[in-house]
């Protein structure tokens, strides 16, 4: 298995209150799947990729991703973690205004490594997800679907084996979320990637190879779609 949950449970205050965000959630993805994660807002769906992501970490239970066991990490084997093993691509990919396509790509692994080192793989990227020709182009010159697909090469860079994704066609419309869908499919295929999505978007779950449900924190199903 590429991720392992066990009986993870994350819980958070908010004034007097104490919420439940997950509980006692197991979970397994092959290696080189698609999983799709689903559920209304509040079911614990981005707490779930934070978990995996080493963003947060669970208050019971683990995580464990291609033999890691998150727990037992510290915050500096958890940076190296996510430089290595995880990219994370958001609803809104938070691209910088002032750089290009390219330098987006690579500016996030510039502490890991030179920028003539990751140039050669962001651009092979960049061409993998469809902008070839647009990637010395700003955000501002690029397309709610384009800047999209420059958070994707920006989470692969490094050649990281697990991809996950909140909500990542959570802004753009129906076309462009079937590109984008067609995308993850490709990349899937050409990187030899294992995917988690948490998505509202029904026709998320077309691309899965199984489903996971969601409700107020707990894992409802998981099924193979």
């Given at each position: ?10 819980r ?5 209150t ?12 092959p ?18 990729i ?6 947060d ?40 205004p ?5 330098e ?44 999209q ?50 998505t ?26």
């Amino acid at each position: 298995m590429a991720i392992v949950a066990s009986r993870i449970t994350r819980r958070y205050v908010s004034g007097d209150t104490k919420v439940t965000a997950l509980a006692e959630v197991d979970l397994e993805v092959p290696m080189g799947s698609i999983c799709a994660i689903v559920g209304p807002s509040g079911s614990g769906k981005t707490t779930l990729i934070n978990l995996v992501a080493g963003l947060d970490r669970a208050d019971e239970g683990n995580v464990e991703v291609l033999g890691r066991h998150l727990k037992a990490l510290s915050e500096q084997e958890l940076d190296r973690y996510r430089a290595d093993t995880v990219g994370v691509v958001f609803q809104d990919p938070h691209l910088l205004p002032g750089l290009t396509a390219l330098e987006n790509v690579v500016v996030a692994r510039l502490p890991w490594a030179s920028r003539a080192e990751l140039e050669p793989e962001a651009k092979e990227l960049l061409t993998a997800v469809g902008l070839e020709r647009r990637m010395h182009f700003p955000p501002a010159r690029l397309s709610g679907g384009e800047r999209q697909r420059v958070g994707f090469a920006r989470a692969l860079l490094g050649r990281r084996p697990v991809l996950l994704a909140d909500e990542p066609t959570g802004n753009v419309d129906a076309e462009t979320t079937a590109e984008i869908l067609e995308l993850v499919v490709e990349l899937r295929r050409s990187f030899d990637l294992t995917a988690v999505i948490a998505t509202h978007d029904p026709t998320v779950e077309a691309i899965a190879d199984s489903v996971a449900r969601l409700e107020a924190g707990r894992l409802i199903e998981v099924a193979s779609a």
